[in-house]
């Protein structure tokens, strides 16, 4: 005990300068500071924006946002279906659009199970496949997996209540809302052709 009141004076005496200086009477009669005369400026150098010309590449690994049209959900899809989807966010190079919101893509099914006895949720795979602009289809790269929420509690609950009756407690499907987001990657470069 005496080690600790002999600790807390310790750190009221470091403490007491910084609390014994003498305040400053407050001036009543207004200064005028100019703030930026007494700073320096200093310039940054920036970079000039490239510009956009025909021949100009969208470069490989580029961000694309692609959204599903429809719920996904593993009750209603089976392994190698179709996801149809579309450009969610415009892709920009410099100031144009390359890639418009809107435009249409695709993805497919990679993998799903279904639930199962016991609380087993459903589980689902896919992968981004394309962006299909006007005369051209361009690979992308994106892979995901979906998993359905467990009832292993309720299934646990339902076999030490009932037995065997257990195997009757589901998992849930696996799904993604219509509208959900999911980011891929462009596979190749794509080259710019500026409309004049």
Aim: with cysteine; proline share 6%.
């Amino acid at each position: 005990m005496t080690m600790m009141k002999l600790a807390a004076c310790g750190v009221l005496l470091a403490c007491a300068p910084a609390m014994a200086q003498p305040v400053q009477p407050a001036s009543t009669t207004p200064v005028a500071t100019n703030s930026l005369a007494a700073r320096p400026v200093t310039a940054v150098m920036v970079q000039a924006p490239s510009a956009v010309t025909n021949g100009s590449m969208l470069q490989s690994n580029s961000e694309v946002w692609l959204s599903l049209d429809h719920e996904l959900t593993s009750k209603k899809t089976k392994v190698g279906a179709a996801i149809p989807m579309s450009v969610s966010r415009d892709v920009m190079l410099g100031n144009y659009v390359v890639i418009p919101r809107g435009t249409p893509a695709k993805g497919h099914i990679s993998y799903r199970t279904g639930k199962g006895a016991f609380g087993k949720s459903a589980k689902m795979e896919f992968d981004l496949d394309s962006i299909e602009l006007p005369g051209r289809s361009v690979p992308v790269t994106g892979h995901y997996r979906i998993e359905g929420q467990g009832n292993t509690g309720a299934a646990v609950g339902a076999v030490v209540a009932v037995g065997v009756f257990g195997a009757f407690v589901t998992g849930h499907s696996a799904t993604a809302a219509q509208g959900s987001e999911w980011k891929a990657s462009t596979k190749e470069p794509l080259a710019i052709t500026v409309a004049s």
